[in-house]
């Protein structure tokens, strides 16, 4: 069954306002594909365009192959699982994931052939009796997504469905969802705010922002390799340290501090360098190594990993990641330093300065740690 999404050229307004702007994108058959971005950046839009609940006032939509940008709903061969999980409290488990079929006129032995196969999938066999008031809300979810699974889609919209749920549940859906993807194969769309869902779930991530599509690719590929600042910056918790740098041709110069550096031949052609470092990436410098002089503010346990909240003396935050065992008091002054094969940069507009061989292919060591 062909399932992949294409958009082109989409665009959406509401009267003057335009939410969405001429998105190109395709989705291919089988793919989990998550929009992620802030709230107000279109995301939620973009998948009711898809699904038929909003008209699109501009390009096209095509699933599987077919046009179906002025289609209905029911006849684009996709199923949708809402936030609010949207069960009717008067029925049994077993009709609430009947009911579309029910209302399409299905015979009796297939819709219960098809609800026992769905409760199967989803370990919902010993509940098909019972009433919503009688379950969880991770139950009540796997509710709402068996009611999709029973129309057998091309493809799958998920519109924020783990959002109501507690931490804990969230990550036993999230498994269960990705369990779900991996058993069926079916073309999946996932919308979210939460990078989380995005990094552990998606094949590929769209990241939008004000209705644009700032940059697509797969999770490690946004986490490495950003486009722009805004990339960086929402992908990853924590996120990306992003300094002002000076260039010299064998120094950056950071917060007036003077770190020897090769470099690259692009980053001389801009008078504005700012420099993007992933936490894990920064570490203590060894005794007598160069590095940046850091004062902690505050030192965050998580079991396996400690994260470091510290200032440069211009004020600039700094997050460091370390060992479970780093604990440096508060208040207390250190030195970091990092690998300039980690280093990212980016010009004054917040784009990515590239070197034909990587902006650090030929960078030196910062310092003999």
């Given at each position: 069954?062909?399932?992949?999404?294409?958009?082109?050229?989409?665009?959406?307004?509401?009267?003057?306002?335009?939410?969405?702007?001429?998105?190109?994108?395709?989705?291919?058959?089988?793919?989990?594909?998550?929009?992620?971005?802030?709230?107000?950046?279109?995301?939620?839009?973009?998948?009711?365009?898809?699904?038929?609940?909003?008209?699109?006032?501009?390009?096209?939509?095509?699933?599987?192959?077919?046009?179906?940008?002025?289609?209905?709903?029911?006849?684009?061969?996709?199923?949708?699982?809402?936030?609010?999980?949207?069960?009717?409290?008067?029925?049994?488990?077993?009709?609430?994931?009947?009911?579309?079929?029910?209302?399409?006129?299905?015979?009796?032995?297939?819709?219960?052939?098809?609800?026992?196969?769905?409760?199967?999938?989803?370990?919902?066999?010993?509940?098909?009796?019972?009433?919503?008031?009688?379950?969880?809300?991770?139950?009540?979810?796997?509710?709402?997504?068996?009611?999709?699974?029973?129309?057998?889609?091309?493809?799958?919209?998920?519109?924020?469905?783990?959002?109501?749920?507690?931490?804990?549940?969230?990550?036993?859906?999230?498994?269960?969802?990705?369990?779900?993807?991996?058993?069926?194969g079916n073309t999946m769309i996932y919308v979210?705010?939460?990078?989380?869902?995005?990094?552990?779930?998606?094949?590929?991530?769209?990241?939008?922002?004000?209705?644009?599509?700032e940059q697509i690719g797969s999770p490690f590929?946004?986490?490495?390799?950003?486009?722009?600042?805004?990339?960086?910056?929402?992908?990853?918790?924590?996120?990306?340290?992003?300094?002002?740098?000076?260039?010299?041709?064998?120094?950056?110069?950071?917060?007036?501090?003077?770190?020897?550096?090769?470099?690259?031949?692009?980053?001389?052609?801009?008078?504005?360098?700012?420099?993007?470092?992933?936490?894990?990436?920064?570490?203590?410098?060894?005794?007598?190594?160069?590095?940046?002089?850091?004062?902690?503010?505050?030192?965050?346990?998580?079991?396996?990993?400690t994260y470091l909240y510290g200032h440069l003396?211009?004020?600039?935050?700094?997050?460091?990641?370390?060992?479970?065992?780093?604990?440096?008091?508060?208040?207390?002054?250190?030195?970091?330093?990092?690998?300039?094969?980690?280093?990212?940069?980016?010009?004054?507009?917040?784009?990515?300065?590239?070197?034909?061989?990587?902006?650090?292919?030929?960078?030196?060591?910062?310092?003999?740690?």
């Open positions: 069954m062909t399932s992949g999404v294409a958009l082109n050229g989409v665009s959406k307004s509401f009267g003057a306002v335009d939410v969405i702007h001429d998105i190109d994108l395709t989705i291919a058959s089988g793919e989990f594909v998550v929009f992620v971005g802030p709230s107000g950046c279109g995301k939620s839009t973009l998948l009711r365009l898809i699904a038929g609940l909003e008209e699109t006032s501009r390009g096209e939509i095509l699933i599987g192959g077919r046009d179906v940008t002025d289609a209905d709903p029911s006849d684009r061969g996709i199923a949708m699982v809402f936030q609010s999980y949207a069960l009717y409290p008067h029925m049994t488990v077993a009709q609430n994931m009947g009911f579309g079929l029910r209302m399409a006129h299905r015979p009796k032995e297939q819709v219960a052939e098809m609800v026992q196969h769905a409760a199967e999938i989803l370990h919902l066999t010993p509940l098909l009796d019972r009433r919503p008031g009688q379950l969880s809300g991770g139950q009540r979810q796997r509710v709402a997504i068996g009611r999709a699974i029973v129309r057998n889609p091309k493809v799958f919209l998920f519109d924020e469905p783990l959002s109501n749920l507690d931490a804990e549940l969230r990550v036993d859906m999230r498994i269960e969802i990705a369990k779900l993807h991996k058993q069926l979210t705010h939460d990078q989380t869902e995005a990094m552990t779930l998606a094949d590929k991530i769209v990241v939008l922002r004000a209705g644009r599509i590929e946004l986490y490495n390799d950003p486009d722009n600042l805004f990339v960086a910056g929402f992908i990853g918790s924590p996120k990306m340290n992003i300094l002002p740098v000076g260039v010299e041709p064998h120094a950056l110069v950071i917060d007036g501090q003077r770190l020897p550096f090769e470099a690259p031949i692009a980053l001389a052609t801009h008078a504005t360098v700012q420099l993007g470092i992933r936490p894990e990436h920064l570490r203590l410098c060894d005794e007598g190594g160069q590095g940046l002089h850091l004062d902690v503010d505050f030192t965050e346990f998580l079991g396996g990993v003396a211009s004020g600039l935050p700094v997050v460091v990641q370390g060992a479970s065992g780093l604990a440096p008091r508060l208040g207390q002054s250190i030195r970091v330093t990092f690998d300039p094969a980690h280093a990212r940069f980016f010009d004054a507009d917040g784009q990515r300065i590239r070197d034909n061989k990587d902006e650090v292919a030929a960078a030196q060591a910062i310092s003999k740690r």
